[in-house]
């Protein structure tokens, strides 16, 4: 029970960090509503995450595990259908440049915007677990 506690408060502080990072996905109203959707994301990650890495496990072996991620953002883009507070829409991303580094300005459809919200929460829910063990 400590564990699934642990996890819902994590992903809902990741879905804030992801709000506050990618103006494509926003959460309307309080707390209640990050709450609900790392309800729903926890829920999704716990029943119908490993259906779908079991179902897809020949494509997955084909990928060498790349095809994760796909699934991943499918689950993230599935949250807005469970969660009426939450929207993820296409955004104009403006460029970046730092370091030698330039990412060019361009325009994310809704897939990009889940993709990079998918990404961006496996980044901080790993690290936060991993600060939090």
Do not use: C, H
Not at 70 to 92: D, M, Q, R
């Amino acid at each position: 029970m400590k564990s699934i506690i642990r996890s819902l408060i994590i992903t809902a502080i990741g879905i804030y960090l992801i709000t506050l990072l990618i103006p494509g996905i926003k959460v309307s109203g309080g707390w209640q509503s990050y709450a609900w959707a790392g309800v729903v994301l926890t829920l999704l990650n716990a029943t119908v995450k490993p259906a779908a890495n079991l179902l897809l496990l020949p494509i997955n072996l084909l990928t060498l595990g790349v095809f994760r991620w796909v699934i991943n953002v499918f689950i993230f883009w599935l949250v807005p259908a469970f969660v009426k507070e939450v929207a993820i829409s296409p955004f104009a991303f403006a460029g970046y440049a730092a370091f030698g580094f330039t990412a060019p300005a361009m325009n994310l459809s809704i897939f990009w915007t889940a993709a990079a919200g998918a990404f961006i929460l496996s980044i901080v829910m790993g690290v936060m677990e991993w600060i939090l063990d």
